[in-house]
């Protein structure tokens, strides 16, 4: 079976790539023009595409079974750039695997952030409507729309929560805190998350290849646990054996700093972490996703495993000579 997966030179693209190829499919990694092959293995097919030419997808996507859509964008300067990462080249997917003859699957990378934080603590459920407090949620829900609405072929969204594991940039600067010797809180309240290891995501996307219950669906892909901010630094310390001093930063503090990285972004052009979009998900009191709609109808069983999580993902940033 033949899988394509776009955006396969980044942190989850490149995880896909591996673990289909271990998993013994014949894969695709589509990657634009002048992308770096790095984290690719040398034995998938590199398909280098112009993700705004259809033809150029087309070519792409011919007899291939199942498309994993994986590019985008989480971060961006503007909201222009954001919905033309995230929903422009969705569409453009969609157009040209609408064109193929032969049937295929379209699995869409979709995000927690496509939803809402929860309330009360109560996860949010995949009927309940969306209500995206960001312009990259916004701009995925958009796209999921759009999958509903023109693709001809079979699909499946997945809506993955914080995703952490080997060659993740985000989380790493969460670790390079901590080893450094801090760890911090915003606010006085210790807020609630979903998490997923990459290689549980990885093997919850393959529960939906090619699965007739998963087609027309749409599932939140969580590791069953719910954690909160504090457990992630307490779990980063013990892989680096630090014993970081915690820093309690008041939400009206680290607004300024969400605001100064923001405008600090526009000023030079780049695409910073710390911005406003950013804040307003950190400030949010919880996000929690129920799984049990996945565990019902794909057998979804995950296995949680923090703690050995973060130790192997700290290995493999020394490894890479990230920290």
């Known amino acids: 079976m033949k899988i394509a997966i776009t955006g396969a030179n980044g942190f989850v693209g490149s995880n896909l790539v591996k673990h289909f190829l271990s998993a013994g499919y014949e894969v695709k990694a589509i990657i634009r023009a002048n992308a770096a092959t790095t984290f690719i293995p040398s034995s998938a097919q590199i398909v280098r595409v112009d993700y705004d030419d259809v033809t150029s997808l087309l070519t792409a996507f011919t007899g291939v079974d199942i498309i994993i ?22 569409e453009k997917i969609i157009a040209a695997s609408n064109r193929i003859a032969e049937s295929q699957q379209i699995i ?14 109560i996860p949010v459920k995949e009927d309940e409507l969306g209500a995206p407090i960001t312009i990259y949620g916004k701009s995925k829900l958009a796209a999921e729309e759009v999958i509903k609405q023109k693709c001809k072929k079979y699909y499946t969204i997945i809506r ?29 309240k210790d807020k609630l998350l979903n998490m997923i290891y990459v290689s549980e995501l990885c093997r919850f996307i393959e ?11 749409t599932f939140f892909a969580t590791d069953g646990q719910v954690y909160k901010q504090s457990d992630i630094f307490s779990a980063i310390a013990k892989a680096l054996n ?30 910073v972490v710390v911005n406003k979009e950013k804040m307003k998900e950190i400030l949010a ?34 490894a890479l000579g990230w920290l």
């Open 108 to 121: 869409y990378l979709s995000s927690q952030a496509a939803s809402r934080p929860s309330i009360n603590n």
């Open 69 to 90: 859509h994986n590019a985008g964008k989480t971060k961006a300067n503007n909201a222009e750039q954001m919905f033309k990462a995230n929903l422009g080249i969705t």
């Open 160 to 188: 993955p929560c914080s995703v952490y594991g080997c060659g993740d940039k985000d989380f790493l600067q969460l670790f390079k805190i901590v080893d450094r010797g801090f760890s911090f809180q915003i606010g006085h």
């Open 242 to 271: 630090k014993h970081p001093i915690t820093i309690t930063v008041p939400e009206s503090l680290a607004k300024i700093v969400f605001y100064a990285g923001d405008l600090y972004g526009h000023l030079f052009h780049k695409e």
């Open 207 to 217: 529960l939906c290849v090619n699965n007739p219950s998963a087609y027309s669906q």
């Open 285 to 318: 009191d919880a996000w929690l996703a129920d799984i049990s709609k996945a565990q019902n109808i794909l057998g979804w069983q995950p296995i949680a495993n923090l703690e050995n999580n973060i130790k192997d993902t700290a290995k493999c940033y020394r």
